[in-house]
């Protein structure tokens, strides 16, 4: 949907009851409600997860973004102070060098260090600060013995989103069943309504699955505080298509199937490279920072699962520039009084024109 009109932030606002912050996933995965809306009428209906079958044809390709998220919060010690350190990774940027958020930033300059592991004496793994960056960034090196990734499994614990205080009991429970690629600081959520099972029931239907990988970085929690929209800078993410995924996504489009992406940020990665390549989709990896919002012209996506996101987000704009601002907002309204759960452990919407 194209329109001309240049929208303010605050256009896309709602009220949201603080009580429908979903806190803990669903016991069943494709338990959760589903908000079907048709993009062009505005109209939706309240369905289940488990009905996005009843949307997807023979034909059509199911899109899924399978990055892994890092377990990527450590807590560590200050050896000279014995004080409590915390170190979010954010992205690898080369070798055992990281870009991080360390709390607190004050108290580490460069040069300095933090251990993990129950004894410092004999720490699991030491990060030393090697540069810093604005906003209390900092570049560390990691020293340590065997696998990263096996130690980090051990050592890090789950980035949950700021708006969830409880702890969760099972960490997969903030993993797609289909991830693999360990890179996001986040999940990409709408993934995490689908089960095995469900899946299976996809292809049987004569629907592709397509993976492809977009690791969520945590800018997607940064709030957008220009309210000119179009002064607002987009955070950098990191993805990649193979060339397989792009043969069959273009088979079935030439055969007139739908593309049905799974999530904001498979979105993200489709348009990314139909934009450069003319609407043409091939093997392709890179740094996305796409900012889709009312106006933009789709070049890939014929219609997508999402979650609910919250007030001002650049992921309700980038609904809204499929659906029309109209629309979306609509269907948010319907979705608090009807009680959805929203954010990351809510429900699903089905969106399509």
């Not at 915390?86 to 940027?93: G, S």
């Not at 708006?163 to 995490?192: F, W």
């Not at 043969?247 to 934009?275: C, P, Y």
């Amino acid at each position: 949907m194209t329109e001309n009109k240049v929208y303010q932030l605050s256009d896309f606002d709602y009220h949201l009851p603080e009580k429908l912050i979903a806190q803990t996933p669903l016991k069943q995965r494709d338990q959760s409600r589903l908000l079907v809306l048709n993009a062009k009428t505005g109209e939706y209906q309240d369905r289940h997860f488990y009905d996005v079958l009843d949307y997807l044809n023979p034909g059509d390709a199911l899109v899924m973004n399978n990055s892994r998220v890092l377990p990527a919060r450590l807590h560590g010690v200050r050896p000279e102070t014995g004080g409590h350190a915390e170190v979010l990774l954010l992205r690898q940027d080369r070798g055992d060098v990281w870009e991080t958020l360390v709390k607190p930033a004050k108290k580490s300059p460069i040069g300095s260090t933090i251990v993990f592991g129950n004894n410092p004496d004999h720490p699991l793994m030491t990060a030393t600060v090697v540069g810093e960056l604005e906003h209390g960034g900092r570049y560390v090196e990691f020293s340590y013995e065997g696998i990263f990734m096996e130690l980090l499994e051990q050592l890090g614990e789950m980035p949950l989103p700021p708006y969830i205080k409880e702890k969760l009991s099972d960490q997969e429970r903030y993993q797609t069943v289909y991830s693999k690629v360990e890179g996001s600081a986040a999940a990409p959520t709408a993934g995490l309504h689908w089960t095995p099972e469900l899946l299976e029931k996809v292809r049987a239907k004569g629907v592709q699955t397509v993976e492809l990988t977009l690791h969520v970085g945590l800018g997607t929690f940064r709030p957008v505080e220009e309210e000119n929209i179009e002064d607002h800078k987009m955070h950098s993410e990191f993805y990649q298509l193979t060339q397989e995924a792009a043969d069959t996504l273009n088979a079935v489009r030439a055969q007139g199937g739908k593309i049905v992406a799974t999530g904001t940020t498979t979105i993200r990665t489709l348009e990314t490279i139909g934009t450069k390549f003319n609407g043409q989709l091939q093997a392709d990896s890179g740094w996305t920072d796409i900012f889709i919002k009312p106006g933009y012209q789709w070049q890939v996506v014929d219609a997508f699962i999402t979650n609910f996101h919250l007030p001002k987000s650049t992921l309700i704009m980038l609904v809204a520039a499929f659906t029309g601002r109209e629309n979306i907002l609509g269907a948010y309204e319907h979705a608090v009084q009807a009680g959805y759960r929203f954010f990351s452990f809510g429900d699903a919407m089905y969106v399509h024109k």
